[in-house]
């Protein structure tokens, strides 16, 4: 099966700083999920990506979705304390496993004031 | 974008029990899934809950242990059977429509097994 990998496995920023985290595919995906979780909830979806080039923005959020098909990235802009959390990506276990996804380590992100 | 709940929240069960986790979701969804995420890890895809028949597996999870139902497009339940403490888990439940793409999942479950 394809193996994603997302580095950092944390991140300790001051509050304003930018945050940036991306995940690697040993295949080509179609989809790039980015979620964040917080304590004892569940994970909260942020962006979704479907095609190589995408860029996309929430808020302060913005994800892409790498040319090659095989990576993508997050980045947080002026972060705030609320930004904690786990930050997870997902891409789908196979190329024909519609809607199966599997997930990133995550990465941790604490916001010092 | 799909509202999803689960009950109970969390539940602290005796080895050798069975605990059932309910999952509804707030509209008709074409696909709900169930994961585990183990202390201080990252999610696990358990099976494909398919509605009207029997549950997809992935590889290392058995219908024995982690029988599913899904009786209508809007509710799952997930057992997880003859519990020890390495079942000690958040259980969550997931749901995706028709255009695959995007996936909602509910708040979990925690269970804690003594």
């Known amino acids: 099966g394809q193996q994603l990998n997302q580095s950092p496995q944390s991140m300790f920023i001051q509050e304003g700083e930018d945050v940036s985290m991306n995940c690697t595919s040993s295949s080509i995906f179609n989809t790039w999920l980015w979620y964040k979780q917080d304590p004892g909830e569940g994970p909260v979806l942020l962006i979704a990506?479907?095609?190589?080039?995408e860029l996309t923005s929430n808020g302060r959020l913005t994800a892409q979705f790498g040319i090659t098909r095989k990576d993508s990235f997050l980045n947080i802009s002026a972060s705030i304390p609320s930004d904690v959390g786990i930050y997870f990506c997902?891409?789908?276990?196979?190329?024909?496993?519609?809607?199966?996804?599997?997930f990133g380590a995550g990465t941790q992100v604490v916001v010092t004031p | 974008s799909a509202v999803i709940s689960q009950k109970p929240s969390r539940d602290i069960c005796q080895r050798g029990t069975s605990l059932t986790i309910q999952c509804q979701v707030d509209s008709q969804v074409t696909m709900m899934f169930w994961y585990r995420q183990q202390p201080g890890q990252s999610l696990t895809l358990i099976a494909t809950a398919n509605q009207g028949s029997e549950a997809t597996y992935e590889s290392g999870f058995v219908i024995d242990k982690f029988p599913i139902s899904r009786p209508n497009l809007t509710f799952s339940t997930l057992t997880v059977s003859n519990l020890s403490p390495e079942d000690s888990s958040i259980y969550l439940c997931?749901?995706?429509?028709?255009?695959?793409?995007?996936?909602?999942f509910g708040p979990g479950t925690r269970l804690t097994v003594t």
């Open positions: 997902a891409g789908p276990m196979t190329t024909d496993s519609w809607g199966k996804l599997q």
């Open positions: 990506l479907y095609k190589a080039g």
């Open positions: 997931s749901a995706a429509g028709v255009q695959g793409g995007e996936q909602y």
